[in-house]
């Protein structure tokens, strides 16, 4: 069908339905310090810490761009640096205890739309839909490890 929307446009839309619905949770939680490029940037750093330079690949931005966003999100106490025990010639940013409380919120956030999109489709359509996505997710995310499946 001509104007029926590509599978990206479907995908985007329903992306920007869950991003919506957790920021304004989290600016509910009194979060209102965060923007969607911070908040894109914070979702990819590893437990452990991530180097500048792979959060900026992973969030598909510059990294003078990265540098920057972290930079702002340092100065808001959701990031601090620190040394990179692998290199001593290099600094890991890691999360604060701040920005570790945002996580349950999002997470009751993004539950609630994955509940009423359950409600809508049905279970069975639901789980398909995020088997469907899984699957799809091992040719499309380049970030994807062995222990990620």
Partial sequence: MADRPTIGVLLFIA???????????????????????????LQRVAEDGSRITELAESAQVTKQTA??????????????????????????????????RLRPVADRAVAEVEARWAAHLGERRMAQLQDILVRLREITDPYLGADDY
């Fill in 15 to 41: 992306y920007r339905a869950i991003e919506n619905e957790a920021f304004a949770a989290l600016a509910a939680a009194g979060h209102t310090d965060i923007t969607r490029a911070q908040g894109k940037l």
């Fill in 67 to 100: 540098g920057y966003l972290v930079d702002q999100l340092v100065r808001a106490g959701y990031l601090e640096r620190a040394p990179d025990p692998t290199d001593a010639r290099a600094r890991l940013v890691r999360l604060t205890d701040k920005a570790e």
